[in-house]
């Protein structure tokens, strides 16, 4: 089966200042990277108000949608900014991730990445911050579990920042495990292991500045891997941000690119042995564009080896 790359031009109309490490050339630049691949290419839709609703109040969609401004640029919090297309390309991200959820589960296809922008995973109940507006990734968990009445779905988050909003939506979620690895000490400052959410629910991987793959690769063997294995989930959701990478200014890990190929196949060898090889991947972050593009495109490469 094919592997589903979901993706819309409303993601190019999230526009930040010059100079923002969240910026429309991050979507230019991994889709040029994944252009010669053979993948099911497919428009994202919008996120319904049903599936928003699941995770955001109503007065924070409003809130939101109220923000958004004729023209120029508006500044929410000291990192996050929307602009007239903001709003609309949020949809698509959490639409589109939401999409994906659905043309796995149905069969259509094995597995998809959901190459939208603004990221989601920093996303809090009623709160926007860390570029996010909705939180896509726990968005999709919730319309698994509610719309396609799964009983377990797992989310790993490998962005090099803690997904505390994913934490934060799926905190009082038994249906769902949240495995999160992510450089410590770093903004937000959440993220420790001590943070397990209201079913013991949540792992919290933390990892030291400087450190690499070894050291990923030892936590994620040990730990997080044993952990999913138990939980036995119908389906793996991947906030796959690429942001751990030894290149990216907004961090301090050292990762390579080999190292987003290895937790990837890893995750769908996990998904094979117990949700049919059912994964659902969807963009994060990754500030230097080189190596978000090898690193996304290593990833994609590495869906589309298990789909076949």
């Known amino acids: 089966m094919a592997t589903a790359l979901i993706t819309h031009a409303d993601g190019m109309n999230y526009v930040t200042p010059d100079g923002h490490p969240e910026q429309v050339a991050r979507l230019e630049h991994l889709l040029h990277a994944v252009a010669g691949l053979d993948l099911r290419r497919v428009g994202a839709r919008e996120a319904t108000q049903e599936e928003l609703l699941r995770c955001h109040p109503q007065r924070y969609i409003d809130l939101i949608r109220a923000a958004i401004p004729g023209s120029g640029q508006h500044q929410l919090d000291a990192d996050t900014w929307v602009s007239p297309g903001s709003f609309e390309a949020a949809l698509r991200a959490a639409g589109g991730t939401c999409q994906a959820v659905d043309m796995v589960l149905s069969g259509e296809v094995a597995n998809a990445f959901c190459a939208m922008r603004p990221p989601g995973h920093h996303a809090e109940t009623e709160k926007p911050m860390g570029f996010c507006l909705f939180g896509s990734a726990a968005i999709a968990a919730k319309h698994a579990l509610e719309a396609h009445g799964l009983s377990r779905v797992a989310v790993v988050d490998f962005d090099v920042h803690h997904g505390n909003g994913t934490q934060d939506l799926l905190w009082d979620e038994a249906r769902a495990l949240l495995v999160s690895s992510q450089q ?58 690429f942001d751990a990478h030894k290149d990216d200014p907004l961090a301090q890990l050292e990762w390579e690119v080999e190292d987003f190929v290895w937790i990837t196949r890893e995750l769908c060898a996990i998904a094979s042995e117990a949700a049919g090889g059912r994964v659902v991947s969807t963009l994060e972050g990754g500030y230097d564009l080189a190596g978000l593009s090898a690193s996304a495109k290593a990833h994609v490469e590495v869906l589309m080896e298990a789909g076949t």
Do not use: C, K, Q
């Open 184 to 241: 410590m000490p770093l903004w937000p400052g959440t993220g420790t292991p001590e943070e397990r959410g209201g079913h013991d629910n949540v792992m919290n991987l933390p990892l030291p500045p400087g450190s690499g793959g070894a050291e990923m690769r030892a936590r994620y063997l040990n730990e997080a891997f044993p952990r999913l294995r138990a939980f036995s989930p119908e389906l793996i959701i991947v906030s796959a941000g």
